[in-house]
């Protein structure tokens, strides 16, 4: 006799305990029983199922090789080997930077990561089950990973000696130049702040921590005679934790403006000249200097007049001990014609013969004056030049 039994599934009932009975036709019939259990062999019917739809992980850009990342998990209704998956990365591991362990689904860390270099990755799982070759069934799912930024990577300065110029004169606050870095982390790793060495030459400086931007400072007081060029270091630091700088050189040079008058020796010189001379003859050197530089200090000289009381000199000069002061540049048309001044070299000579007895004595005020381009500034003294037998 047979019995019709429902559609097989081991997944819902993977052993029958059955009772045979056999009874024979004889009178009275005599029966016998026997047990049987029936273990249902599997069939790989069900795929790998993934507990996530998809995977998200993040690892720092400074993890070591084997570093785990994430683990994924399958689950398959099927028995024994049809059940067991095999894992492994299909796509989007090009570079080889992960691995995944075959049995555990243990995503780890297979090379060098650099966050710089690339931050995103984006990969395919595979779960593979076990059972024969030829009925093998997967499945696949989407893995990404974000490597994460360290602060690996230190400020760079643009330049490793950032020049500029100022005038003497420049305002105080006056800009100068823009000091600029990249740091190549990201967020509050990349975020610089800039700060000069508070060691170094820059009592006349300031710069502006977010921008960069030097300028000179409120309390500025540029003079080119005192000091013609500044250098100090420059310092730029990230945010990240812990910090991480870098130096730059800055060199500031200071551009002299005409802001010194020429200045002689004396307020009064003495020379003398012998009666009757031939013209040309050297009387004296009046030279003066200039605290300037350049065009600013080159000077030439003139005889602006003469006069007759030595007070008058010291009025125009102030005291026989200090400078002259400054004088209009035109000349007088009554300056001598005894005497001439070589333009240049402030070497006196005489124009033409002198007797004593028409004249003891000539009072010259000499005028040296400077070669600025905006401004122009003199200076003055006195030469007395006696007459002698």
């Given at each position: ?7 097989l599934d081991k997944?819902?009932?993977p052993?029958?305990d059955?009772?045979?009975v ?20 599997d069939?790989?019917?069900?795929r790998?199922?993934?507990?996530q739809?998809?995977y ?5 850009e ?12 399958t689950?398959?209704?099927?028995y ?12 989007g591991?090009?570079?080889t930077?992960?691995?995944i362990?075959s049995?555990?689904g243990q ?15 984006y990969?395919?799982?595979m ?12 499945s ?7 490597v ?10 643009l ?8 005038q003497?004169d ?22 610089i702040?800039?700060?000069l060495?508070?060691?170094g ?5 300031i ?6 931007l ?5 309390n ?25 700088s870098?130096n730059?050189?800055?060199?500031i ?5 005409n ?8 307020a009064?010189v ?8 031939a ?5 004296v ?7 300037d530089?350049g ?10 007049r ?7 000199c ?23 014609s ?15 013969p ?12 000499v005028?040296a ?12 003294t ?5 007459v002698v037998?």
């Amino acid at each position: 006799m047979w019995v019709e039994l429902p559609l097989l599934d081991k997944e819902l009932v993977p052993v029958y305990d059955l009772t045979v009975v056999a009874i024979d036709l004889g009178d009275p019939s005599l029966t016998g029983t026997a047990q049987v259990i029936v273990h249902l062999l599997d069939e790989n019917e069900f795929r790998p199922v993934f507990d996530q739809e998809a995977y998200h992980g993040f690892v720092p850009e400074n993890a070591a090789l084997l570093s785990p990342v994430l683990t994924v998990n399958t689950s398959d209704l099927d028995y024994m080997e049809n059940s067991t998956s095999v894992f492994s990365i299909v796509a989007g591991n090009n570079r080889t930077m992960f691995g995944i362990d075959s049995s555990s689904g243990q995503l780890y860390v297979a090379g060098n990561l650099d966050y710089e270099d690339m931050s995103e990755y984006y990969l395919v799982v595979m779960a593979r089950d076990s059972g024969p070759i030829s009925t093998q069934l997967s499945s696949e799912v989407n893995v990404s990973v974000t490597v994460t930024d360290i602060n690996d990577n230190i400020p760079t300065f643009l330049d490793s000696n950032f020049v500029s110029a100022v005038q003497e004169d420049a305002p105080p606050l006056t800009p100068l130049i823009v000091l600029e870095a990249f740091d190549e982390d990201s967020g509050a790793n990349a975020e610089i702040s800039f700060a000069l060495d508070p060691l170094g030459d820059n009592k006349f400086f300031i710069v502006d921590p977010q921008t960069g931007l030097l300028s000179l400072s409120p309390n500025t007081s540029l003079d080119y005679e005192i000091q013609q060029t500044y250098e100090f270091i420059a310092i730029a630091t990230d945010s990240g934790i812990p910090p991480l700088s870098s130096n730059t050189t800055v060199t500031i040079a200071i551009e002299d403006v005409n802001d010194n008058a020429p200045i002689f020796e004396f307020a009064l010189v003495d020379a003398s000249v012998v009666e009757n001379s031939a013209p040309g003859q050297s009387v004296v050197y009046v030279t003066a200097t200039d605290a300037d530089s350049g065009e600013n200090a080159e000077l030439s000289y003139d005889i602006m007049r003469q006069i007759e009381n030595e007070s008058d000199c010291y009025s125009t000069c102030q005291t026989p001990d200090d400078v002259c002061t400054s004088f209009p540049t035109t000349s007088d048309s009554t300056a001598s014609s005894s005497f001439v001044v070589h333009n240049q070299s402030g070497l006196v000579t005489t124009t033409f013969p002198l007797d004593r007895e028409e004249r003891e004595s000539h009072l010259l005020v000499v005028q040296a004056t400077d070669s600025g381009r905006e401004t122009r500034l003199s200076g003055l003294t006195c030469l007395l030049v006696t007459v002698v037998d």
